[in-house]
């Protein structure tokens, strides 16, 4: 594994690991408070609509700082990562980070949930020194030049939208549908993908929204199918993407469909079934079963080791890397523990090698990874690179 020199999880300590977990019960144990631990607290959906990706990445995150403690944590001090369900509901996540930067125990946040939630928390946030590290959107909205406590690593929704539109124009494709979700998402990527198919001298032959609800997503595939476009680009997430995808399949069967990575978690790929197949996705970390690639590798043996009882998934992968990351940062802050230590220390980070998968921090305002990789939905559900 390509790793930083100043902290280095081995292989021997994930194998360790993992017999400690049988072992002892070591995930299933209280940690200790106070300052032999670094308490970081997560807003995240554990049990509402978005609850499949939530405990993903929540539990990604999880089996690497379990590694991590099993090899004796980080300066000796343990790393326990406070979940507190919000149910994908602005105030209940609100409710959640407020508590944290209230509570002198809490280290930093990590990983919490939602453009909305995010954007809702940044104003409070600023009058505090806490530690926003790697929420969960690609929002531009989450990526505040500002504040050098906002830490994302993740490429953003606009940086995967030209991806896809590169690849359409790379590939002789001139003539695109431009699909969108009725919010502030949605708008995001359409606007997006207007500049990348007007920057490539491309078409957009039409540009249709659908509601939350998906209840005008029929009426949208009608509209897209007799546009004839020669392919979709699908900025949609959740009911709308399966409620629009089924349509288009109606309308158009062989329509080539590409969309962004929050569309592919396996509650929409299982509810699509055969109408999923072959829709084209950017990926913003690699393919999680990749075990040839290092950093895949070792998140497989700290997720099976967790015995987390879910298939190994991109959110899953992703909480993972965060939490190396994160990890990473601590230790170069030094033993003494201190937020200010810890953030410098963050935006030290110009270039670290996880092992097949690079990040770099320069300045607050951009994201730390420009990982974008094209995979396909094959069948069963799978993707495919």
């Known amino acids: 594994m390509a790793a930083s020199t100043a902290f280095r999880i081995s292989r021997r300590a994930f194998v360790a690991q993992a017999s400690a977990l049988a072992a002892g019960g070591l995930a299933g144990r209280a940690m200790a408070q106070g300052s032999d631990t670094v308490r970081i607290g997560q807003s995240v959906d554990l049990g509402g609509p978005l609850a499949e990706l939530g405990k993903a990445m929540h539990l990604g995150a999880k089996a690497c700082f379990a590694a991590i403690n099993a090899a004796g944590g980080v300066h000796g001090r343990q790393l326990e990562l406070v979940g507190k369900d919000d149910g994908y509901n602005v105030q209940r996540s609100l409710a959640n980070m407020k ?53 994302n690593i993740r490429a953003s929704y606009p940086e995967e939208t030209e991806r896809l539109i ?175 230590a810890f953030i410098d220390a963050v935006y030290g980070l110009k270039k670290l090698d996880l092992g097949g998968f690079e990040i770099g921090f320069h300045e607050p305002g951009r994201n730390a990874s420009r990982f974008i990789e094209l995979t396909m939905v094959g069948r069963n559900g799978r993707f495919v690179r």
């Open 166 to 340: 590169e690849h359409l124009a790379t590939v002789g494709i001139k003539r695109i549908a431009i699909v969108s979700q009725h919010n502030s998402f949605g708008a995001e990527v359409a606007q997006a993908a207007q500049g990348a198919i007007a920057r490539r001298k491309l078409t957009a032959v039409i540009a249709v929204t659908v509601e939350n609800d998906a209840s005008d997503a029929d009426a949208a595939a009608v509209k897209v199918a007799q546009a004839q476009p020669e392919a979709v680009f699908v900025g949609l997430a959740g009911k709308p993407t399966i409620q629009f995808v089924k349509a288009i399949r109606r309308e158009s069967k062989g329509m080539p469909l590409y969309a962004l990575s929050v569309m592919g978690t396996a509650a929409t790929l299982d509810a699509l079934k055969d109408d999923g197949v072959g829709i084209a996705m950017t990926q913003v970390v690699p393919l999680p079963t990749n075990g040839v690639v290092p950093v895949v590798r070792d998140f497989l043996q700290a997720w099976r080791a967790q015995g987390a009882g879910l298939e190994p998934s991109h959110l899953a992968l992703e909480g993972y890397i965060n939490a190396r990351v994160f990890a990473e940062a601590l230790k170069r802050a030094g033993p003494k523990l201190s937020r200010a």
């Open 99 to 151: 508590s944290f930067m209230a509570d002198p125990g809490m280290f930093a946040m990590f990983g919490c949930m939602g453009t909305p939630m995010i954007e809702a928390v940044l104003p409070l946030l600023k009058a505090t020194d806490m530690p926003l590290f790697t929420p969960l959107t690609g929002a531009t909205s989450a990526r505040p030049a500002g504040m050098r406590q906002v830490m």
